[in-house]
T-cell receptor, first 118, second 109 residues
Framework: DTEVTQTPKHLVMGMTNKKSLKCEQHMGHRAMYWYKQKAKKPPELMFVYSYEKLSINESVPSRFSPECPNSSLLNLHLHALQPEDSALYLC?????????????????FGAGSRLTVL | KNEVEQSPQNLTAQEGEFITINCSYSVGISALHWLQQHPGGGIVSLFMLSSGKKKHGRLIATINIQEKHSSLHITASHPRDSAVYICAVGAGTASKLTFGTGTRLQVTL
């Protein structure tokens, strides 16, 4: 299995809803990432987990709450979002962990979850 | 000024044409990635380079570390190559890639 699987593919939610995005990989990768991508813009890093521990939080608002229950799963819990949070949320994983040489750190991306906040 | 600049921003080609997309960066790096993103879709990693040249099928990527420049070439282009091609560089902490703004390629019949 060489894929990163994200669910759901599409999500529409109101500003008072609580929802979650899920990401799964079975490649034995020890680093997992959440990126946010707005239309026609490059991805922006949100969070990095290394060995199931949060290692990087790029000053993301607390209405986004990541969780890594085990080495294969990464969740992003969403609560009280704003319309400007509407975007494509991409999960990625890599064999190497943060702090190692970048040239060993090929990212495998999921297909993304497209979020619309009404 | 962005640390990673790509050119052109948009490119239209006819099927069969040879295509070149350029990436220049201003920081010291340990690796450069070329990524492909189809409309509305996820991202596929095409190449990771730290020196020289790599080839995969009709795709060729080169990097010149001294000149801080990389190129992605597509030979015998096909409409299915239509996508956004993104250059990203890794420096320092491996997890923090700096992305270019992408080159939108449209290949027509």
């Amino acid at each position: 299995d060489t894929e990163v699987t994200q669910t759901p593919k599409h999500l529409v939610m109101g500003m008072t809803n609580k929802k979650s995005l899920k990401c799964e990989q079975h490649m034995g990768h020890r680093a997992m990432y959440w990126y946010k991508q707005k239309a026609k813009k490059p991805p922006e890093l949100m969070f990095v987990y290394s060995y199931e521990k949060l290692s990087i939080n790029e000053s993301v608002p607390s209405r986004f709450s990541p969780e890594c229950p085990n080495s294969s799963l990464l969740n992003l819990h969403l609560h009280a979002l704003q319309p400007e949070d509407s975007a494509l949320y991409l999960c990625a994983s890599s064999q190497s962990t943060p702090g190692t040489l970048a040239n060993t750190n090929v990212l495998t991306f999921g297909a993304g979850s497209r979020l619309t906040v009404l | 000024k962005n640390e990673v600049e790509q050119s052109p921003q948009n490119l239209t080609a006819q099927e069969g044409e040879f295509i070149t997309i350029n990436c220049s960066y201003s920081v010291g790096i340990s690796a450069l990635h070329w990524l492909q993103q189809h409309p509305g879709g996820g991202i596929v990693s095409l190449f990771m380079l730290s020196s020289g040249k790599k080839k995969h099928g009709r795709l060729i990527a080169t990097i010149n570390i001294q000149e801080k420049h990389s190129s992605l070439h597509i030979t015998a282009s096909h409409p299915r190559d239509s996508a956004v091609y993104i250059c990203a560089v890794g420096a320092g902490t491996a997890s923090k890639l700096t992305f270019g703004t992408g080159t939108r390629l449209q290949v027509t019949l």
